[in-house]
């Protein structure tokens, strides 16, 4: 079984209202590539992949007409993917919505949210994702209304091994501080996101020790904006928040390979699941950025993550095409788990 995570680049421009692909020379949302371009290397990396199923991060969105789960599977039939079936959670408004596009021949699927809904009344313990969380994040007694701008993916899963386990899907809130000008604004803003960040990231750490504790096997997977060492405000507040949705090594923590490693040397060669372009500095800035971690039993499933880096993969390297492709595609690059799921 392969299960992928990859965060796709403006792919909401990829699409018309009528949940058509824009395969055109139209400019899409990266800087010099052609919406009919970035549709091409787009199929032809889902094609290299190969993947029982796919977390979209940044899915098209779901509004006035348009369809996820329509533009989805319009693009597995124009690239003739056997990922072709798409799962929705509940849709944000932020035109980056977070989906699920899955082979159906291969696993069952469906939108399994848990806790109860709060509406507009926030709770201290782990609500719905489309709720409201209550959590003190500055230590003045005096808890915080904490939500989500794109609530994460909760998603049943049973692969035809007969293996049943929990998907949850994230894109965890962006740390930059949009909107501020001034060197106090810049950290009073960065601050405050920062914050409601690991209080998300709090929310999701209650969520995963209630499969744990249930018995669940669980994976974890996305983009979390984030990771050990990253910047600064780690300093200021002891620990990222990826190390907070692990947990603690051992019979409740999750388990990746990058994140650990990270965790284990801050100096040295890392993974990376991301690359930007710096304009003001004329340089790329690669960081890690996207996680698959999984619980203790599926980690005993002989599980293989591979992150499809255009330079760091020898086979992604070795092929032209799909190298290429990787770099046209989106800003981050996949990442991959493969484990075993007979009896």
Not at 25 to 35: A, D, M
Not at 177 to 200: C, M, V, W, Y
Request: proline fraction near 6%.
């Amino acid at each position: 079984m392969r299960i992928a995570t990859y965060n796709i680049e403006w792919f909401n421009a990829l699409f018309d209202d009528r949940n058509g692909l824009l395969e055109d020379s139209g400019l899409s949302g990266r800087e010099g590539v052609s919406r009919a371009d970035q549709l091409a290397a787009l199929g032809i990396v889902f094609t290299a992949m190969d993947a029982d199923a796919v977390l979209v991060v940044e899915a098209p969105d779901t509004v006035r007409g348009r369809s996820t789960t329509a533009a989805l599977e319009a693009f597995a039939d124009r690239y003739a993917l056997r990922t072709r079936r798409a799962l929705l959670g509940f849709a944000n408004q932020t035109q980056q919505e977070i989906a699920l596009l899955y082979d159906p021949d291969a696993l069952d699927a469906r939108h399994d949210p848990i806790g109860d809904p709060t509406g507009g009344h926030a709770i201290a313990e782990a609500p719905r994702f489309d709720g409201t969380f209550r959590l003190d994040l500055d230590t003045d007694a005096a808890p915080e209304s904490v939500t989500f701008s794109k609530p994460p993916l909760e998603a049943a899963l049973t692969t035809r091994g007969g293996l049943s386990l929990r998907l949850i899907g994230v894109h965890v809130k962006s740390k930059a501080p949009h909107g501020a000008d001034t060197p106090d604004e810049i950290l009073r803003l960065s601050i405050q996101n920062r914050r409601k960040q690991l209080a998300q990231c709090v929310w999701l750490r209650r969520r995963v020790e209630s499969h744990l504790d249930a018995g669940e096997e669980l994976i974890v997977l996305g983009d979390f904006n984030d990771g050990p060492g990253l910047d600064e405000y780690e300093k200021l507040f002891g620990r990222s928040g990826v190390e907070i949705v692990l947990g603690d090594p051992g019979k409740r923590g999750l388990y990746d390979p990058h994140a650990r490693m990270a965790l284990s040397q801050r100096v040295g060669a890392m993974p990376v699941t991301a690359r930007f372009y710096i304009h003001p500095e004329g340089r790329y800035l690669q960081a890690l950025l996207d996680y698959i971690m999984v619980s203790p039993g599926l980690r005993r499933r002989n599980p293989r993550w591979r992150i499809w880096h255009p330079f760091d993969d020898p086979a992604c390297y070795r092929t032209p095409e799909l190298r290429d492709a990787l770099l046209t595609a989106s800003d981050h690059f996949p990442v991959s788990l493969d484990f075993d799921d007979g009896p």
